[in-house]
Structures are given as structure tokens and as C-alpha cells.
């Protein structure tokens, strides 16, 4: 066995300037691949944690039906067992509960359709940090009668901080909902969408508007880190009544979630092509290589070497080059995704409005999860076992005699 | 004694679109000890012959007795361990492994069955010394002439205790003076070990220090010849 690893390792550098080339071509398949796929993950990472952040929590418990129906008449009251265990559960940082509905704004020009959030300011500001979007007046503390309104809306309704809004909804069970609250603070949400059509009021003030004390639609949770989720809704699935259900935040974003899919299903694509690529061109590198040691490898078997010691000399030959390739690759890839870890690129220019368009900060965030680097040596893995297929046939195939004449 | 038997041995190539008799019925036995030459024009089926010989090419019909073992009655993985133990081999070109230095190419036959370290070192050493490169047990075949290259595959040869040695033209690639030093190390072996040594040629000076010569042609054994030399 040592013999075999000798005769491999030497007759790796036979050919050095070859070997060198086709273990690049595995570096270089390597290192873009995991570059590629940290980029890809870094950016998803920070999408989900803006979007679960801002929206939907990691983890929301609802009615059963509310997420069928969103209406109020599917809110739930929160009971002590309820709020028992989410402060015992370990993975959970934060949570706050949240009144979701509709209401209908008017000012003396016109009439508009808008979202109206019942909220806890104070926790949903320790989760999503809300405050920092208020571009006028200010935020609203717990138990304040006062909204706060987006500064599109605001500006399509012709009022301003300090006015007063006449909202109109259905309450519970068909109750008619109507009050006059004073805008505390417009907030200046970088997603127009968001920024038309939102209205936030403290979540006693909605309970009273709409008339369901102590109801609530969502109880939003935050978890330590993404992987804690699926641990968290577990904990969480035991101890809830048959009336409510919880979701994580890929049932809850499901759109998020298809984005995501389909960017890594293209991302898969182009890296499958590159490591077709890089395999044939290093099956054919060993195809060569086989094929100019035939009469070596004729003597050998000759003298009494047997066969699948040959096989294992040549395989192991190959997997040098591999293992040179993915090593290599591999270190030469951690310390840059190392660096853009530590310092993500900054986008700037009209990329960037791009960027805060869509709620997102213009950063491009890498991701240093291990996976990144275990796929691609994994596949290489694969390539060179299916080479090593290759080889075997061919020595197997291989008859002495010829070899010997140097003859095919 | 019989070393070799050999029966109505026949390989008829079928490869190409005519069928080529290469060997068409030989029947003869090698006596420990012979330093034979196989001798015959190109293309008379010298190769051919002692493939078969050796275990190396399945004759068509016929069979080879090496030491009482019928070698083509037996498995393939069976026929390598075979023609490890019991024969060696001198190519034209080609022979050594040219990642092992000349040391390593005798000890490599003698590591695959399993002699021990002490052994295959003292070994190689005399044996390299014994076909007068023992000063070159270091170095790789590629830094060898090609005489010393062919000294190298002797010793390798020898180096598994073998019945007796196939030589398919080893001095074709030498010149002349690498031809005879070569020729008088394998004579001296024959003489002073009493090694079997069965070689084709088609080289005159081969043939003089032949005792025995067999001439081939068309497949067929024209002439078997015994001198005293
Ligand atoms: N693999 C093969 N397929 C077909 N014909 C072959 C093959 N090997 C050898 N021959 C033919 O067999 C005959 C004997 O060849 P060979 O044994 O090499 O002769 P020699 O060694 O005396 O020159 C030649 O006619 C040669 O062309
Ligand atoms: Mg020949």
C-alpha cells in the first residue's frame, strides 16, 4: 500500500506542468463555486433576516383560520399557558403580538383602503427597530392613543403630523369601527407600497377600536438564529390549544421563499455546468495519462502485478490531483469569503436606491456556512469516483499482450 | 529436467480480416539450465511464441507445462501470482517503472510477494551489483543508459527466484558494445547460477553464445540445434 502511494505521488509529478493544470482546473472550480454559493447564501441570509425582521417574525402563531381568511373574527385571546411557553422556550429572544387588519382612511379630499397594524412600540421596536423610519413627528409609546401613518399615504390623504384621521373599519363579528386619532408620526418606508397604504396604532387603542379586548390576530416570535426555528415551533406545537397554529417564516413568506428556490435552482445550473465541464476536461487528462503508460502499465501487470493494484495505483494518482484541487481551492476561497465576511461590499450609486427600493440595505453580505465549502468537494469527490469507474474499466479492459506490443 | 512441456501449440490471430497463423503447432521442451535462442526471420511468430511461453497471450489450442502446472488452465488473478513466481521477463524496451530508481524496480517483484525488508535490501544490492550497476542503485531508469537500463531488468528478473528467463529481444535497442556486456552477464549468470534463459533474437551474436538454438518460421519449428560452447 505504501508502494502504491509512492508510485502515485511520483508519477504525479511526472507531468508536473499537467498535473498542475487540471488540479487548477478543480481550484478554479472550487473557488468560484464556493465564492458564488457564499454570495448567493450571504444575500438570501440577509433578505430573510430583513424580511422576518420587518414582517413576519421567525415564527407567528395565528387562529386557525386566520391564515385563510385575515380577518378579525379569527383572533385569538392569549392565554397563561400561551404566554408561558414562549417565555420558557429556550430559542426564543423576542416576541409581541400584533393586531392585523383593514381600515379605511379619509381626510376631507378623498378616501383610502389601508393596513392597519395593532402593535406593541416598544417590543416591535426591539425586533425591527420601526423608530428608525419616522421622517416626521414621532414614535408612539404603549397605551398612546395617537398613529402613525406612512408618509406616502400622508402625502395622497393632504395631511400632516399633529392632524387628525378619521379611520373606518369592520370590527369583531361585523361591528361598525370608527374613530378620530391624531398623527403622531409619518414614516418614511423606503418600499412605496409599504409607505401608501400603513397605518400602526398601540394594540390596546386597535382593541378598542374594533372592538375585541383582548384579541389579538399574531403573535410575531424571533428565535436566536434561523437554524433555531424548526426546534422553536416544536417546543412551541406541544403546548398549543387545537384552535391555534403556528408557522415558520417560510409558510408565512411563501413568496420569499419561492424567490430564493428559484435563484438557487439557477445558481445550481451554472455551477453543475461548470463541474461538467472541469470533469471532462479532467477525464480526458486522465484518459491521456492512461493511455501513454499502456505498455508501463502492460510491464507491470507482466511481472505480476495484479490488476486491481494497478487500479488502486492510478485511482489513487487521480484522487492526488483531486485532493490538490479541492484543498487548494478550498483555502484559497475561505480566506476570501473570509475577508467579505468581515467586509461586505458596500453597493453604491443606483444599485443602491435599487437596493432601498426594496427594503433592503445596499450591502452584499457573504455567508461563511460550512456547506458552501463541503458541496463543491463533495462533487468533485463524485467526479473523481466516476473517473475512478473509468479507470478501472480501462485496466480491466486493459490486455497485456497489446499493451505490450504497444499496440490498442 | 523439464522445465517447460510444451504441446501443439497453435495462436491464430482473428483480429484482422485475414486470419494470421502465428504459431501453428509447436511442440518442445526446455530443460533447466538451456540458454536457448528462439531465432527467425520478422513476423515468423517469436513473440507470439513466447507470450504463450510465458503466460502472457492464451494460445488458441495446445498447452505449456511450466515446472508440472498447466499455466492456461489457470485463473487470470491465479496467472499473474504464476508468472511473478516462477518466470522472468526482459522486454525490448519499456521494462522498468520509471518513477522507481533501479533499486527500487528489483525490490518492487520481491515487495509483491512479501519477502521482508532486510531480505529484498540485501537482495537488491547483490543483484544490482552482481549485473555491474551497483553504483547506480539510486538512480532513476530515465538517467541510465540503455544498456544499464536492460542490466536493471535482468537483476529485476532474477529477482523473484524465478524457473527462467524470457527474453524478447533485449539487445534489439543496444548498440554493440551494450550488446555483448550484456550478453556476457546473461551467460554468466547461466553459467555460474545455472538460471534458464530463453530468448528471441534475430541478433548474430545472440545466436553465438546460444547452446542451443531454435529456429521458427512461419509459426512453425524449422531447426533445433545444440552446440557445447
Ligand atoms: N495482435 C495481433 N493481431 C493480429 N496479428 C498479429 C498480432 N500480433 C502478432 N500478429 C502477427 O503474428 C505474426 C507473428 O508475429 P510475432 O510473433 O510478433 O513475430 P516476431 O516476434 O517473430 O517478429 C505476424 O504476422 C504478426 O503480424
Ligand atoms: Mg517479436
New interface residues.
Partial sequence: MKDNFKIAWRNLWRNSRRTLITAASIFFGVFFAVFMSSLQQGSFENMVDNMVRFYSGYIQIQETDFKEKRSVNNSFKVDNALETSISNNMHITHSTQRIESFALTGSESKSIPAMLFGINPEKEEAISGLSKWIGEGEFIASGSKDILIGKVLAENLKVHVDDSLVLIGQGYHGVSAAGIYRIAGLLDFPLPDLSKQIIYMGIRNCQEFLSMPNLITSYVIMVNAPEEVSGAVTDLHKDLSKELKVYPWDELQPELVNLIEGKVASGKVVKALLFMVIGFGVWATIIMMMHERRRELGVMIAIGLQKFRVVIMIVIEAFFIGLIGILSGIAGSSLLVWYFVKNPIIVTGEMAETYRSMGFEPILKFSANIDIFITPAIIVFVIFALISLYQIYYVIKLRTVTALRGLN | MNVIEIKDLVKIYNSSEVKVKAVNGITIDFEEGEFTAVVGPSGSGK?TFL?ML?G??RPTSGSVKIGGTNVWELSS?KL??F???NIG?V?QS???????TAGENVE??M??QGKPKKEREKRTKELLESVGIGDRIKSRPAKLSGGQQQRVAVA?ALA?KPEFILADEPTANLDSKATSGLLELMSEMNRKHNTTFIFATHDQRVMDKARRIVTIEDGKILKDERFER
Wanted: aromatic share 16%; net charge positive; no cysteine.
Fill in positions: 513473440t507470450n510465458g502472457l497471450d488473478r499473474i501470482d508468472r511473478m513466481n521477463f522486454f519499456y521494462n522498468l517503472i520509471p518513477v522507481l518492487f517483484i515487495h509483491l529485476r523473484s
